[in-house]
Structures are given as structure tokens and as C-alpha cells.
């Protein structure tokens, strides 16, 4: 059957990379980020469940400071940061492609890409820590930098977001329906908290042309399915269930729909599920993303059923690894396209 169980611990963790749902927050938590969630400097409470539509509100309009709404309420920005710790790889990719310094930024180790870095990620200058999880972020030597903005995306809960805002003002996710912002909204966010809001619309039109001459190239995929999957080390597969999961809507900018059979399965909050290996044989979208943690795409050839699915069939297979995944999963001006270009050759493959 379609499973819907908790995932084993050790599943759990490797999943934490898996589409970014957990990005950064693998692991027990730490003594370090983990403690009391009273907020202190610039935030002001919230929840996730009552804060509105997110927005920026210009200096103009707040009174000489900009404010971001997110997940956890509000973050008051009083003047133009100047060190800027990045704890996602979407916000690092945005303030490299605005020309903006990054002080610092970390990454998960095992899945930053090699050397730490996203082969999408342009060089850049800034001082990168790889660790475990968010939670083992070194909350002493964050401090040291002493940042005025810290680019943080998902943090799991509350209680780390609030420690991180003690630091310097905190931007989470923006948007409260997601645990993943779109590559838009970080864009939009970081030109205006920037001041380089015309580099920033610059920067969304030419990714948007690059998915327009995408869909143009492929013609075939428009209202097809695609699936997203990764094979644990269980030698189980998970797929992706969420409307709001990053590869979800990456593949419905270029016109891939979930297939039904995923479309029909509640996420309750996880937004992907265990698929057994009974019911393999409903992964039987037009395109599938396989994503091996180990032993590459021969590992799925292991899995029962898995040969005699059409896109397998076909040749309609994007087989991802530890380093490239991430592509789907932390949305940048720089990784949807490079996204796009590995998606390719199987986008071509579909009828």
C-alpha cells in the first residue's frame, strides 16, 4: 500500500535533504539553537497560522525601516545590512547574482555540493562552515560575525528562529502555506531589502525566459505528469506529494502536473510519502525524477516494478545524485536553470 507512517529515524535523516523540507534542520537539536523562544531585537510575534499575506513594506511606507512578513510575524530592518549570514543556498545564489557581499553562509554537510559549493553557485568570496544541521549551527561563532541580517529560510521551529533574531534581525520563510519560499519571492525580497530592485526584476525575466524557451523546446511535456522520488538507504521510494513542494512547482512552470495517483494522496504535513513496493506501479507519470541516496541509478533497477514503469520505459528518467538534487529542491536564478538543462534530455524523451 501507499504508506503514510512516520519515516524510520534514520530515514528521517537523510530525507531532511530531500526536497529541502527539512533544509539545514537534521538531527537532535543542539544545545547550541536549541533553548527558550522569547524573541528578542527586531521581530515581532506571530504564528504561521495568523500571519497574512507576506509582504515587504518599503522604507517610504514604514517609516524609515523595512519590514518582511513571514511565517513567525514580522522582521524590522532599520538600516541597509552590511553583514549578511546566509543559511540557505537560495539566498546565498540571490545575493551573489545582486552583487551583494555574503560575511558568511552555511551548508549542510553531505549536501552543499562538492567543495561546499552548488555547481550552479557562482565563486564567490564569504567565509562557508559545513554543518550537520541548522540546530548545530555554533551559536558563539554566528555572533562573532556580528551580522545585521541573517538569511535563514526553513529553521524547523520557533525556538531556533527566536535565537537566531537575538543575534540579528531573521528572515525565515516568507511565505506561510510552504516551508520553501518561491525563487521569485527571495529574489523579489532580496532587491528590496537591498535597494536593487530593478536588478532583481532583471534578474526574474531572464529565468523567465529561460523556462519560456524551455517550453518552447519541448512542446511534447505540456500537461504531462511528472514525479519527483528518492530511494533511501531502506531501499524504499518516497515521492513528492505537495502542490507547494520547490520541484512541484518548478515542473508546473514548464507545464508537468503530479500524476493523478500522487495528486490523490494527502501530504498532513509531510509532503512526501513512503511508496511500497506494491505500489510502485503507480508511479506512472509521463517523466520521473530518481534520486539515489546511494549506489546510483542502478539502485532503483533493485526496486520490484520499477523497469516496467512508462517513463522507465520510454527513457523519460532524470536520475539525480547528492550534489545536483538540490537544483529541485533550493530555488535560485541560478538553479532552476541549471535545473532545466539536467532536465532536459528526458523532457525530450516524452510523447
Known sequence: MIGRRSVPRFASRLLVAFLALCALVAGCASTDLAGDSTAGGSPTDGSAASVAVPAVSTAAESGGVLTVQHQYGATVIPSRPTR???????????????????????????????????????????????????????????????????????????AIYDKLSKLAPTIPVIATDSVMDTWQQITTTAGEIFGRQDQARSLIDEVDAKIDRFTRDHPAIEGKTADFTQLGLDNQIYAVVSATDPATRLLSEVGLGMSPQLRAIPANGMGRVMISNERVGDLAADLLLAWPLVG???????????????????????????DNAAAFSYPSVYSVPFALDLLAPAAAKVR
Open 296 to 322: 546510483g541509478p542502478p539502485a532503483y533497477d533493485k526496486v520490484p516494478g520499477w523497469a516496467a514503469l512508462p517513463a522507465v520505459q520510454s527513457g523519460a528518467v532524470l536520475y539525480l545524485d547528492n
Open 84 to 158: 549578511v549570514i546566509t543559511l540557505l543556498g537560495s539566498w546565498t545564489d540571490t545575493l551573489i547574482a545582486l552583487d551583494v557581499p555574503i560575511t558568511a553562509e552555511y551548508v549542510q554537510q553531505g549536501f552543499g555540493g562538492k567543495y561546499n559549493r552548488f555547481a550552479w553557485t557562482p565563486e564567490h568570496v564569504s567565509e562557508v562552515h559545513a554543518v550537520p544541521s541548522l540546530q548545530q549551527v555554533n551559536v558563539e561563532e554566528l555572533a562573532a560575525y556580528q551580522p545585521d541580517l541573517i538569511l535563514a529560510g526553513y529553521v524547523g521551529d520557533r
